[in-house]
């Protein structure tokens, strides 16, 4: 699954829906857009989005990072 993090950057809605999906499939590609990233790395917003979820994430590549289920 692949979700996008646009310009209003990690709302709520964006949390819940990752948590949903790391409980349906254990493993959600997050694709953070430029709007998202205007003044932050993308580590900064894969960590920040990691603890909200109780995720692992892998290294970016690109704009993308792969959260994984805590096990």
Do not use: H
Not at 16 to 25: G, S, V
Not at 51 to 67: H, R
């Amino acid at each position: 699954m692949k979700i996008n993090v646009g310009k209003k950057g990690i709302t709520p809605e964006i949390v819940e829906e990752i948590k949903r999906q790391l409980k349906a499939y254990g493993e959600v590609r997050v694709r953070f857009l430029r709007s998202a990233r205007a003044d932050r790395s993308r580590f900064e917003l894969a960590e920040e989005l990691a603890e909200k979820v109780n995720a692992i994430f892998e290294k970016p590549i690109g704009n993308v990072v792969t959260l994984r289920r805590k096990k």
